[in-house]
T-cell receptor, first 112, second 110 residues
Framework: KNEVEQSPQNLTAQEGEFITINCSYSVGISALHWLQQHPGGGIVSLFM???GKKKHGRLIATINIQEKHSSLHITASHPRDSAVYIC??????????????FGKGTKLSVIP | NAGVTQTPKFRVLKTGQSMTLLCAQD?????MYWYRQDPGMGLRLIHYSVGEGTTAKGEVPDGYNVSRLKKQNFLLGLESAAPSQTSVYFC?????????FGPGTRLTVT
């Protein structure tokens, strides 16, 4: 069974701080997705990565395939970054399809 | 484009009642998914579909049925609701790799 573990569960930061959220995953997972769930409940996809590093604005995601570990970094954090960040492991389930196994999420609060 | 929409947004059912949740997407995606989200747990896959007319079981399929009669719609049915089915339900459709999520349906079973 595929597993995804995130840490920390909760994170409080001062505005402007550099933030790191970690995700480790099991064998069988070939790529990682990072998702953001807003306080209103909506979920949006931030990144999907199978190797290296991706950057979008102040968000950076990295993955180390050998160590089965991924990190999401937020530079110059802002109160609007407050959300739950979820990592999800992508594994093939046959018939050309894949499934996601989700971590429990990291609740980030950025204080002004 | 509306993306992925879900109907209804909220619902309260009594134990034993039935209902259908509707998910619609306008992105011509083949793959669609139903998840449930419970406090302290990650999203869990209930059922999924790899194309019109096909469905498959996910991690937690018991008590639910699904249908994909049209490519753009994926229906999730509860035949006899139980309090354990109180949850927030999310539908998603898949592009190349990225999944697009609906806004969620909050269901309470009393």
């Amino acid at each position: 069974k595929n597993e995804v573990e995130q840490s920390p569960q909760n994170l409080t930061a001062q505005e402007g701080e550099f933030i790191t959220i970690n995700c480790s995953y099991s064998v069988g997972i070939s790529a990682l997705h990072w998702l953001q769930q807003h306080p209103g409940g909506g979920i949006v996809s931030l990144f999907m990565l199978s190797s290296g590093k991706k950057k979008h604005g102040r968000l950076i995601a990295t993955i180390n395939i050998q160590e089965k570990h991924s990190s999401l970094h937020i530079t110059a954090s802002h109160p609007r970054d407050s959300a739950v960040y979820i990592c999800a492991g992508h594994s093939y389930s046959g018939a050309g399809s894949y499934q996601l196994t989700f971590g429990k999420g990291t609740k980030l609060s950025v204080i002004p | 484009n509306a993306g992925v929409t879900q109907t209804p947004k909220f619902r309260v059912l009594k134990t034993g009642q039935s209902m259908t949740l509707l998910c619609a997407q306008d992105m011509n995606h083949e793959y669609m998914y139903w998840y449930r989200q419970d406090p302290g747990m990650g999203l869990r896959l209930i059922h999924y579909s790899v194309g019109e007319g096909t469905t498959a079981k996910g991690e937690v399929p018991d008590g639910y049925n699904v249908s994909r009669l049209k490519k753009q719609n994926f229906l999730l049915g509860l035949e006899s609701a139980a309090p354990s089915q109180t949850s927030v339900y999310f539908c998603a459709s898949r592009g190349s790799y990225e999944q697009y999520f609906g806004p969620g349906t909050r269901l309470t079973v009393t």
